[in-house]
DNA sequence: CTCGTGCGCAACCACTAGTTGCAGGAGGTT
DNA sequence: AACCTCCTGCAACTAGTGGTTGCGCACGAG
């Protein structure tokens, strides 16, 4: 079957917003707008040398854009990249959402039929 | 700010359908019913042993049960606990998707002030 | 009983997330 | 200009994970 719903999916896209500290670097940016590896680790419960990696990924997959000013490197969010992750969560999350359903009506009706 | 999307997922699962080797076995799973470390590995580009590693972290994720049946083990989808996962996906994208359009709107109105 | 097949365990390799430590460069202050 | 501060980047090291190979064991079918 060709169906196969992993074939869907960026892997590069994937994996970036599959980690979790990845995911707050994202929501933090997502709220204040911009903010450097120094900012962002104020937040995170981690170093601003793990933040700073994290943003290599993050920019590799296109996620994020990284305008330098001065001496520091403020970070934000591309719409439109991540507006396709989203979209491809969507599509993962519709597809077993689909495949689950289909396997509940199918033991909805064996259990009708046993009961005839 | 409590809003943070991250605090609302459970790693676990999140990191268990993170993989995409892990997300393809749950695709076969729920394709063809059920399988065995075995006849997964079948159908992927990784050996028995990685399987076998993937279903322990899928059944401590809750996302598979098992039933040993004679001398093989069989796998099944957990339908609840996927459906949770399929949920947890569609929350974050939905409050990403939220923040986006609350950032274009913004960006719309400032260019409206501008142009007037 | 024997053979084959499926499983589990152990050792090993590669990569990644995280840390600490240090060097360098841009900005503001005196 | 000199200095101090603060942000960045690079290097080395640790821990955990995804993957492999190899081996031993047990159970079911012939």
Redesign the interface.
């Known amino acids: ?1 060709s ?4 074939d869907k ?1 960026d ?1 590069h896209l ?2 970036a917003i ?3 500290t990845r ?2 670097m ?2 933090l940016l ?2 204040q707008g911009d903010g450097t590896a120094t900012t962002l680790s104020d937040h995170l419960p981690v170093t601003r040398q793990a933040v700073a990696k994290h943003l290599v990924v993050l920019d590799r997959a296109g996620l994020v854009r990284v305008t330098p000013t001065g001496r520091e490197k403020r970070y934000r ?1 591309d ?1 439109v990249q ?2 396709r ?2 979209a491809q ?2 599509s ?2 519709s597809t ?2 689909a ?2 359903q289909r ?2 009506r199918i033991a909805e009706t064996i259990q009708r039929a046993q009961q005839d």
């Open positions: 079957m169906t196969d719903v992993a999916v892997d994937w994996s599959g980690d979790p995911r707050r994202l929501d997502l709220t969010v719409d991540l507006s992750a989203v969560m969507a993962v999350g077993w959402d495949r689950l396997i509940k």
